[in-house]
């Protein structure tokens, strides 16, 4: 059972958007936390943005990299988490996945046990 999917990845120039979207499966799109996070060749997997979908349980974070130019969000009815990208650079470049969680620090890959499989972005400059 697939129960994360991300989409909307592609190729732009530095400037450009995209919006990404990770279709999260309704039994696990409650009360857990949604992160995007991204891994550029050779780097580790960084947290870039986060939510919850149960909105009491806590607040939106951003990387400090990304913050102004990134915003994360929700559609409860279509149970998907987007990520818009504005003012794109060349190193935002990076497979982005999301992933589903409770616990520990947002930013951290070790705190998440269901994975996307990804989708690619990739800024020219």
């Known amino acids: 059972q697939v129960q994360l999917v991300e989409s909307g990845g592609g190729s732009v120039q530095a400037g450009g958007s995209l919006r990404l979207s990770c279709a999260v499966s309704a039994d696990i799109y409650s009360r857990n936390r949604i992160t995007w996070f991204r891994q550029a060749p050779g780097e580790e997997r960084d947290g870039v943005a986060a939510?919850?979908?149960?909105?009491?349980?806590?607040?939106?974070y951003y990387d400090a990299s990304v913050k102004g130019r990134f915003t994360i969000s929700q559609d409860n009815a279509k149970t998907t988490v987007y990520l818009q990208m504005d003012s794109l650079k060349p190193e935002d470049t990076a497979m982005y996945y999301c992933?589903?969680?409770?616990?520990?620090?947002?930013?951290?890959?070790?705190?998440?046990?269901?994975w996307g499989q990804g989708t690619q972005v990739t800024v020219s400059s």
């Open positions: 939510l919850y979908t149960d909105p009491d349980m806590g607040d939106i």
């Open positions: 992933a589903a969680g409770r616990g520990g620090y947002w930013h951290n890959a070790e705190n998440y046990r269901i």
